[in-house]
């Protein structure tokens, strides 16, 4: 098998020091590694595979030397610029911000639902929205036994999901509530919020991203228009709330799905335990159910609370939980990045 080349780029960030943690855990034919990151971030040294990497700055010319597969986890708009100059250097980009996944002729993949769509890139290919990976790598077996009619989205998102700043605010409001110096009548706080609009310590914040004019916010927007796209079902009906709860990490999601087709809980079920990595945690008589603190470190999405909607024909919930840094993100760009390979080789 012929060795690769990637690099990767927003590397000290938090999805890109995760995905350095995730590429140490495989046995990917890779060997050589470039590590980019903004100006402020160049010369920070990173101990990886053994030995310390410095980070290099991400410039117009940082792929002329050549690259196979480059991760993007640094933003929208360095991967607007940054992404197609990559591109048509030869190297192909697994990209983790919104920049590109709904464009028509970018594949937005997640490997255990749609790996066909790899074969369509042309240089790009878009890394979903965390909160959408993990709903779709559930909802897909069982959109293709029973045909979803209308999805119901309610998620519980971690701080992580926001990057390092959300997880100052958080541990910033711990502190501060422990040093008993939380919130005045006034709502004020003796540190600045980085983030979030309020203090997310003991709140729960109905806002991610911006609004927008029809009052969805742009995440809702993301999960429905992403859904869509993904299980090729553009006229699916899928509503969302997406929420920002002081959790530090893996996101929750309490999903309603309708169905054309009715079904037997049981085989239900049973379709959700042979899916791939997907992991049922359903016995309530026991307390067992998916948690964020036990799915943090994992890259399987974990399904519990599963039962029927006894207010529609054929309706189910499902209570689905994932680390939204690992398979939300750094884990499923590297299963893109597998996925190629494997694809190169055969």
């Known amino acids: 098998m012929k060795s690769y080349k990637l690099a990767i780029v927003g590397a000290t960030g938090v999805v890109g020091r995760t995905a350095l943690k995730v590429l140490e855990e495989k046995n990917l034919p890779i060997s050589e590694y470039v590590l980019f990151a903004s100006k402020r971030s160049c010369g920070t040294k990173l101990h990886f595979m053994g030995k310390n990497y410095e980070v290099r700055e991400l410039t117009e010319t940082s792929f002329d030397e050549g690259f196979d597969f480059a991760i993007f986890s640094a933003g929208g708009d360095t991967a607007k610029k940054f992404a197609p100059i990559a591109a048509s250097k030869g190297c192909i980009v697994v990209d983790n911000s919104s920049a590109f996944r709904m464009e028509k002729d970018v594949p937005l993949v997640v490997p255990e639902v749609n790996p066909e769509e790899i074969k369509n890139h042309r240089g790009i290919i878009a890394n979903p929205n965390c909160s959408t990976i993990q709903a779709v790598v559930a909802l897909k077996p069982l959109d293709t036994k029973y045909h979803i009619k209308r999805i119901v989205y309610s998620t519980y998102q971690a701080v992580s999901g926001a990057g390092s700043k959300g997880i100052y605010d958080l541990e910033n409001g711990i502190h501060n509530f422990e040093s008993k110096q939380e919130c005045t009548k006034n709502n004020e706080q003796n540190y600045e919020l980085q983030k979030f609009p309020y203090p997310i310590f003991n709140n729960c914040l109905p806002h991610i991203d911006i609004f927008l004019e029809n009052g969805y916010t742009k995440e809702e927007e993301k999960m429905i228009n992403e859904t869509r796209k993904i299980l090729k079902r553009p006229d699916l009906k899928i509503t969302a709330t997406t929420v920002r709860v002081p959790v530090f990490n893996s996101h929750s999601e309490s999903i309603n799905v309708e169905f054309e087709k009715d079904f037997d809980l049981e085989e239900l079920v049973l379709?959700?335990?042979?899916?791939?990595?997907?992991?049922?945690?359903?016995?309530?008589?026991?307390?067992?159910?998916?948690?964020?603190?036990?799915?943090?470190?994992?890259?399987?999405?974990?399904?519990?609370?599963?039962?029927?909607?006894?207010?529609?024909?054929?309706g189910v919930n499902l209570w689905i939980v994932a680390d939204n840094i690992r398979k939300g993100a750094a884990s499923n760009a590297i299963q893109i990045v597998e996925k190629l390979i494997d694809f190169d080789n055969n």
């Open 271 to 314: 379709t959700l335990k042979n899916a791939p990595n997907v992991i049922v945690q359903d016995d309530v008589k026991n307390n067992i159910y998916p948690l964020a603190t036990n799915a943090t470190g994992h890259d399987e999405v974990f399904v519990g609370r599963i039962r029927r909607d006894k207010s529609v024909k054929s």
